[in-house]
């Protein structure tokens, strides 16, 4: 099972830096991005330099880049229910370290540099307004890697790659991770069926209780509601049995 399970190839560090950028701020790798430009987190700026390539799949949207030999993903934070008819892509606060890419990016480099299976964050930028801000992430993509919706969408899974979910899972819940979206979409599998989790947003450490359980519960919500409205989708309680043995439930 070990064989399945993602972790990042640590050659170089993250090297982090903050500088002013198109009225707002951005926090960088700048082991990958060596000068940030002007119009990064703009898409009619990369569409004229050739960075952008197509639209994610997924609730957020967002969009893949091609920076030199790299594959970036971008992603603007939006609200979802009700206040997103009012304050679409707006939060309240001041302070770059409480935003939430800021946080995010933050999350994603401790994570990276311990080596568990997320993707590598690359630049987080946050621009500030009258007590509200927006921001935006880019992060390394994990290519090639499909969801495990898509994946489901297309066959059944081996019990291997369940159990192997089912531990990636368990190895963040054992380090105090929640994860907040813990759902189909956001639980990648690469080609040689290696296990990743993407989507940290709202995520982070926390104490010991009932959210570790609370996580499964949604993850298994997420994979019955596909189910219930695909008409072919690879998903059983059987399947998720061995999700549960692979994570070592003992609830």
């Known amino acids: 099972m070990q064989m399945l399970l993602g972790g990042a190839d640590n050659g170089s560090n993250i090297v982090p830096r903050i500088e002013r950028l198109d009225g707002g701020y951005i926090l960088y790798d700048s082991s990958l991005l060596a000068k940030p430009f002007s119009g990064l987190f703009n898409a009619a700026t ?31 934070y939006r609200r979802g229910g009700v ?44 621009s500030r307004k009258f007590g509200y801000y927006r921001c935006d992430l880019i992060t390394q993509r994990i290519a090639p890697a499909q969801n495990l919706s898509a994946l489901l969408e297309k066959s059944p899974l081996s019990t291997e790659v369940w159990a192997a979910i089912g531990a990636c899972v368990r190895r963040f819940h054992d380090a105090g991770i929640y994860h907040a979206d813990l759902n189909a979409n956001n639980v990648l599998l690469d080609d040689e069926m290696r296990v990743y989790l993407i989507d940290f947003d709202r995520s982070g450490p926390r104490r010991g209780g009932i959210w570790q359980r609370k996580n499964i519960d949604r993850f298994q919500r997420s994979l019955r509601k596909i189910a219930k409205f695909t008409p072919s989708f690879y998903f059983d309680d059987d399947a998720f049995h061995y999700f549960l043995a692979g994570y070592g439930a003992d609830f």
């Open 46 to 76: 990369l569409a004229e330099r050739a960075l952008l390539m197509e639209p994610t799949v997924g609730r957020g949207g967002g969009y893949f880049l091609r920076f030199g030999s790299q594959e970036w993903v971008w992603r603007h």
């Open 83 to 126: 206040m997103a008819r009012v304050f679409e892509d707006e939060f309240a606060g001041w302070r770059l370290e409480h935003t939430r890419s800021w946080k995010e990016w933050r999350l994603l480099a401790d994570l990276y540099g311990r080596s568990f299976p997320v993707p590598r964050p690359v630049a987080a930028f946050v």
